[in-house]
């Protein structure tokens, strides 16, 4: 169970959504004490007993807003991380389960060597890391919860998220303890730049507002289904201008069980990086089709230079830009086709642990042809 992205480094600005603005992580610099609201006492939702010693909310059927929050404000936190010399920063989180594992955003928690949480019905508890994925910008910590007092939050399919539907986001922005905004989902299938150049993939774009101390904190669907963490604003001044975005629950599924039981997240690697082909660049190599990933460069001793996929070789002005061209252009992985980056990169998201092989369907020189790769794991950033 591996979340599957391809390592691609110098990728033109059109593939990655955060050329539109400045991208600004939701961690707010300094914190504030959390909202002592109490949780709503006429909640309109049953619960059902979780596998720990808490529950899980669990609401049939569509509700307002109103009634969305009152039925999850208890199990959002505020998370303040600290290291020696002070305060890295503040940001949100909810309750993953039984066992008081919270989940929250990796940038939320690095360098820190201590975290403090806050319900909004005013506990604190000291919390600790258990583990940490910076790929796809999502941590757990772990705190001690009295039995049954803070639900876990359900996790709801983010694959059937519509472009329209209304989202909720709670948590707790500039340090405003329990507050809730609400939007659409503006897009899905959006990326976001994580370390080493790498992407992550299938990143749902919200209009929702969300600012700095949201990173973390639920985007929650009108059953009160987590159907994202958010963790990123588009933004050239700082603040919130419409574009906000949020890593999909399908991903948290797959990378915090693991995270939970080793502290670390085997992502697979396949070592290459490229541009989508464009009309010019189809043109230029004689393509029949501007369809595609150019295959620009490979990584030394990974897995696509061991099975022989085929770089740029020769250096051409398209458009004002330097391309290699003259490499592999990837328009399959096993049998699935691809027009662009996404493709490939949602296939191996979804499909493909480490130590798989595929098969890539390319045309070299015009000719089809097929790679069969086996895929290992990601080196640490």
Do not use: C
């Not at 941590?139 to 539907?165: F, M, R, W």
């Not at 328009?331 to 130590?355: A, M, T």
Request: proline share 6%; net charge negative.
């Amino acid at each position: 169970m591996a979340d599957r992205l391809i390592k691609a480094w110098a990728i033109a600005a059109t593939i990655t959504i955060i050329a539109l603005a400045g991208l600004l992580y939701l961690q707010a610099p300094t914190s504030s004490p959390a909202s002592t609201d109490s949780l709503g006492t006429n909640s309109p939702v049953d619960t059902a007993l979780d596998s720990g010693s808490s529950q899980r909310v669990n609401v049939t059927g569509e509700l307002t807003p109103q009634d969305v929050f009152k039925v999850v404000e208890g199990s959002v936190v505020s998370i303040t991380s600290r290291a020696t010399g002070g305060t890295i920063g503040q940001g949100s989180g909810f309750v993953y389960d039984g066992q008081g594992h919270i989940v929250t955003n990796n940038h939320v928690v690095e360098g820190a060597t201590r975290f403090d949480v806050s319900f909004i019905d005013g506990s604190n508890v000291r919390g600790s890391l258990v583990g940490a994925d910076p790929y796809s910008d999502l941590a757990v910590i772990k705190v001690d919860l009295p039995a049954g007092t803070h639900p876990a939050l359900p996790l709801g399919d983010s694959s059937n998220l519509e472009v329209g539907q209304t989202i909720l986001a709670i948590g707790n922005p500039f340090g405003l303890g329990g507050s809730m905004s609400a939007g659409i989902v503006s897009q899905l299938g959006r990326q976001l730049r994580a370390v080493g150049g790498f992407l992550i993939v299938g990143v749902i774009q919200i209009d929702a507002a969300v600012n700095p101390g949201n990173s973390g904190g639920p985007l929650l669907d009108l059953n009160g289904r987590v159907v994202g963490v958010n963790t990123a604003i588009a933004s050239g001044t700082g603040a919130f201008s419409g574009i906000g975005f949020t890593i999909p629950s399908n991903t948290v599924k797959r990378v915090v069980p693991s995270l939970i039981a080793s502290g670390t997240f085997k992502h697979p690697f396949v070592g290459i990086s490229g541009l989508d082909v464009t009309p010019e660049i189809a043109e230029a190599m004689g393509l029949n089709e501007a369809r595609g990933f150019l295959v620009t460069g490979v990584a030394p001793d990974g897995p696509a230079a061991e099975a022989g996929v085929k770089a740029g070789n020769r250096l051409q002005n398209i458009n004002g830009v330097q391309v290699e061209l003259g490499g592999d252009v990837v328009v399959g992985v096993d049998d699935v086709k691809v027009r662009k980056l996404d493709d490939i990169l949602l296939y191996l998201e979804e499909n493909v642990s480490v130590g798989q092989t595929v098969t890539f369907n390319v045309l070299r020189d015009g000719r089809p042809l097929e790679i069969h790769l086996t895929v290992s794991e990601r080196p640490p950033p």
